[in-house]
């Protein structure tokens, strides 16, 4: 399967809280932007930034929006993401059976890091890129805080906290391979593909096994997939970043 698209988070005062939601803030209509479009092929969903459709452009309250828009970089068709001292991100929903998760590929290049970054902390966990996936899965199991944030949410929003979020992401300083748990809780899991300045201005080029990876990160087995997004987010930093996304498929 192929996508492109951005899951959502909620900004409650923080971007810690990432990915909580599939809602535009109360009382502002979701914006649209083109954007590639998801679309169902033999061998799964396909992503292709030479597509264009309407997709779902949530921003946070209080948040600068960050740009997106479709553009070449390098000969490659790619949704570039513009973020200036801003956080907001597109977002796709999906329903795929966790008995056809397969390998996720999907390519990024960014033009700097964020001076101050840190993926761990909460009052600068911002990320050039970021490629997130979202899962359903048995919110009784969760801790008295997590179920507390989900009830929150599911006020704000109208829909809960999604079970758990695994998010790929480009780090300044942590090792490949790092699993970086989410400050503010511990259903949102970062896992760190890129790190540090070697390979910024260049495609990488990325092919993860889902099933494996939600595995190490969280210690079970996955739910159903329900949601797909990219964010570019320098809004804690208050800094300058430009980040390009290319394909995404599952297979």
Known sequence: ???????????????????????????????????????????GLHFSAQDKAQWEAVTLPGKLRTAFKLEKRQQREALSAQAEASASMLRQRLQVPADQLGRLQFA???DNLLAGADMGERDSEDSPVRVILAFEGDRSRFSAKNAMLSDLTEALTGEPLPYA???????????????????????????????????????RQHNRDVRADFEKAFGEAPGALVGVAIMTDSDNTRGHVRAWYGDIRLD
């Open 1 to 43: 399967m192929v996508f492109s698209g951005l899951w959502i988070r909620l900004g409650l005062g923080a971007l810690g809280l990432a990915f909580l939601s599939g809602c535009a803030t109360q009382g502002e209509p979701a914006q649209r932007v083109a954007s590639p479009v998801l679309t169902q092929r033999p061998g």
């Open 108 to 110: 990024w290049q960014i």
């Open 165 to 203: 979020t695994l998010m790929y992401v480009w780090c300044n300083r942590r090792p490949v391979d790092t699993v970086i748990v989410n400050p503010r809780t511990d259903r949102v899991r970062k896992w760190v593909v890129d790190s540090g300045p070697a390979h910024i201005r260049q495609w």
